[in-house]
């Protein structure tokens, strides 16, 4: 389990930009979400992808709909429905074929309980869970910093995160994710932390920037 308060005294000690971003944003309070399953997590982003969060929301509730009484979904469940189905709650095509594939991932072993991804590190997830068809890296990035609540995540190709570091440090252009990688080591072993923060940044669109 993090250490919320070592990890706030970490990344406020590493400059004072830093620290005041944290001081006038909403608080990292993430912890892992008890008895999530990486299917349910992952077929989930899988429908969420490329939409709105309005219309993501109604498409994955009417798929929810498809499997009455059921707390989780069942990966064998979803390889028996036809895509036809599945598609008339609005599912594209790409999207039915990745959910699918990520059932039949899950029967097999590729994707793996709970309890094994709790003794595997965030890379050998992230190598595990990218066969996956329509997965990416962001995706299992994101099921690991807040799902899992991984202390040390570092998403370097997310829009947010880059964005936020160029505000909170005064930068004209965004850093490429080789250099925000490079950057990113002052705060780890916290920078699940970190990007947090620099989401945080970009909560106030009307913010003209912190003063130096």
Do not use: C
């Amino acid at each position: 389990m993090m250490d919320h308060k070592e990890a706030h005294r970490h990344l406020t000690a590493s400059h004072p930009r830093m620290a005041e971003l944290i001081s006038r944003s909403r608080r990292y309070e993430i912890a892992p979400t008890p008895g999530v399953r990486p299917f349910d997590a992952l077929a989930e982003s899988i429908a969420y992808q490329q939409l709105s969060g309005k219309a993501a929301a109604t498409i994955w509730g009417r798929v929810r709909t498809l499997y009455p009484r059921r707390k989780y979904l069942n990966p064998k469940s979803i390889l028996e429905t036809p895509d036809e189905t599945l598609r008339a709650a609005g599912l594209s095509r790409s999207k039915v074929a990745a959910l699918k594939d990520l059932a039949a991932k899950t029967i097999d072993g590729t994707v793996p309980p709970a309890s094994a991804l709790a003794k595997m590190s965030d890379e050998e997830i992230i190598a595990r869970l990218v066969t996956v068809r329509g997965i990416g890296r962001w995706t299992v990035e994101m099921l690991l910093l807040f799902d899992l609540g991984r202390s040390d995540v570092w998403p370097v190709h997310d829009y947010g995160v880059r964005k936020g570091f160029a505000k909170t440090f005064g930068r004209r252009k965004l850093p490429t994710p080789k250099q925000l990688t490079k950057l990113g080591e002052k705060w780890r072993p916290y920078r699940s932390v970190a990007a947090w923060y620099f989401w945080r940044a970009l909560d106030d669109r009307n913010d003209e920037g912190l003063k130096r």
